[in-house]
């Protein structure tokens, strides 16, 4: 008898899957748009020149000794300045439990491990579509799940009405994941009033938003802009959950540092949390990494390499945006008689683009470009080089 005989390989990532068969192609016009990471102009990977001014400053000085097991203080620090604002009240109150934690899928399952064991009857409600990783991390905390409604394939914007509806007909005191901006997969995020009338609903209801802010900056160019979402629910004194991450907005993908923080009711609360939180930690991975969590103390906590870092996140962001011009306006030109209007009014990393998994399948089988195929365009895999080949694959595909 085997032990493993009954284990059947899982399903393929579905993203994962698509880089696979990307690398696997001899094609030299393939294209990679289906991987949530950065990309310059020729399609290569990026390091900030902030990041290496603080491995500069790191090389020589680092010991390898174990963070504390709510990981660096500093960067603890600097994280919530940066999502919660330079001088919030909430932070010298000491209101927020936070703790470091291994980059935002990291800081999503220590929250849903945390409610799973202190508020074990209640139930998160995601939104549809969301990043895949969602439902999975919820799931393995055995957190049971419910859906809002987000998305309008037809307009290729927000379902507001229905996600209002959705809110309003959960069980008062439900718990949502909100993402803070740059929505992924669709890139649609609600107006700055559409927020407000959210975040006025929610108290009507007693619901608890989780933000997942993955993009901080990396939407607008702007992480004060991005944050804005956030800063409505504080002004309406509501507690909040936030997971941060440093992979996109500084470029630390494999680093793995992020925060995740719950806001209190009061300091005493707070301590109480985090003691739980780095409870819970504990026996996971007992403490988290260093190099990435100095890199970030490094650079926020020093006013110049912050704003050099300031400068590069709109740098990247600027890309993106200009990407989505040139996108749409190719497409135009084409004289493609769908509207590509939504390809500009989406933000951040991600285009929803409204194509069929079999539109998706003719680009990948006769323009070697690849992609998930619920139709989903990294921006960040275009480049000035590819959108005139891109575009012209779409028009073919889509006329
Ligand atoms: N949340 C969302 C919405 C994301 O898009 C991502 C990255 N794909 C993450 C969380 C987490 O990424 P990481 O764990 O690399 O910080």
């Avoid at 005989?5 to 192609?25: C, R, S």
């Avoid at 990783?133 to 927000?158: K, S």
């Avoid at 990494?289 to 926020?300: D, N, T, W, Y």
């Avoid at 020093?302 to 996140?313: C, G, H, I, N, Y």
Wanted: glycine share 8%; hydrophobic share 40%; proline share 6%.
């Amino acid at each position: 008898a085997s032990w493993f005989g009954h284990v059947e390989p899982a399903a393929k990532d579905p993203i994962l899957g698509v880089t696979e068969a990307f690398l696997a192609d001899p094609s030299p016009d393939k294209v990679n748009v289906g991987v949530g990471a950065y990309r310059d102009d020729n399609g290569k990977p990026v390091v900030l020149e902030c990041v290496r001014e603080a491995e500069r400053r790191i090389a020589g000085n680092l010991n390898m000794e174990y963070l504390p097991m709510g990981g660096s203080i500093k960067m603890i620090e600097e994280s919530l300045k940066l999502a919660y604002g330079e001088d919030s009240d909430l932070i010298k109150e000491k209101r927020i439990a936070a703790v470091q934690a291994l980059s935002g899928t990291g800081a999503c399952r220590l929250f849903a491990d945390f409610q799973k064991r202190f508020l074990p009857d209640t139930q998160i409600y995601i939104p549809i579509p969301t990043w895949a990783n969602h439902h999975n991390i919820w799931r393995d905390a055995c957190v049971p799940q419910r859906t809002f409604r987000y998305y309008h394939p037809e307009t290729r914007g927000l379902d507001f009405a229905s996600m209002m509806d959705d809110i309003k007909n959960a069980p008062n005191g439900s718990f949502f994941l909100l993402h803070a901006c740059a929505h992924n997969p669709t890139g649609v995020d609600p107006s700055e009033e559409q927020w407000r009338e959210i975040s006025y609903q929610f108290k009507v209801k007693n619901h608890f938003p989780f933000f997942d802010m993955a993009y901080q900056g990396f939407a607008s160019g702007d992480p004060n802009r991005d944050a804005k979402a956030i800063q409505i629910f504080l002004e309406d004194g509501h507690l909040i959950g936030c997971a941060q991450s440093y992979a996109k907005n500084m470029g630390l993908y494999g680093q793995r540092v992020g925060c995740l923080s719950i806001l209190c009711e009061d300091e005493l609360q707070a301590v109480a949390v985090k003691s739980q939180l780095q409870q819970l930690a504990r026996p996971m991975y007992s403490n988290p990494p260093i190099h990435g969590a100095l890199v970030v103390s490094i650079i926020l906590g020093d006013p110049e390499l912050k704003s050099l870092w300031l400068k590069e996140v709109k740098g990247m962001a600027d890309r993106i945006i200009g990407m989505r011009k040139a996108l749409r306006e190719k497409l135009e030109k084409l004289g493609s008689p769908l509207s590509w209007e939504h390809i500009t009014n989406q933000i951040g990393m991600f285009c929803y683009s409204g194509m069929t998994p079999e539109q998706v399948d003719r680009l990948t089988d006769e323009f070697h470009i690849y992609m998930t195929r619920n139709g989903r365009i990294s921006m960040a895999g275009v480049t000035t080089g590819n959108v005139g080949y891109l575009a012209n694959a779409i028009h073919e595909v889509t006329k």
